[in-house]
């Protein structure tokens, strides 16, 4: 069974900056995309940014010029950097991966923006 390890979330004052890691457990594993999706309690779980075949990017619309999110095929991992961070975008954010045998979800990193 494949895991998504993510790490890298915790506490950080508005227009912080923080880095999240996924990394796959099986590095032999392939996937059509790899991102990261976030969600609060009580709202549906949304798109923050995804990575297909490697080139083609999506983002959601509030983190657009924001974020960035790279990834490594030798690691089979992908990376999210946040900057200029602010207190909505409070949520956990859940690294996901997807290939025509299933769709892989991680168990969710905190992030939370305050002062």
């Known amino acids: 069974q494949v895991q998504l390890v993510e790490s890298g979330g915790g506490l950080v004052q508005p227009g912080g900056s923080l880095r999240l890691s996924c990394a796959a457990s099986e590095s032999h594993i392939n996937f059509d995309s790899m991102g990261w999706y976030r969600q609060v309690p009580g709202k549906q779980r949304e798109l923050v940014a995804t990575?297909?075949?490697?080139?083609?990017?999506k983002y959601g619309e509030s983190v657009k010029g924001r974020f960035t999110i790279s990834r490594d095929n030798a690691k089979n991992a992908v990376t999210l950097q946040m900057n200029n961070l602010k207190p909505e975008d409070t949520a956990a954010y859940y690294c996901n991966a997807v290939n025509d045998i299933a769709v892989y979800w991680g168990q969710g990193t905190q992030v939370t923006v305050s002062s």
């Open positions: 990575l297909t075949s490697g080139v083609t990017t």
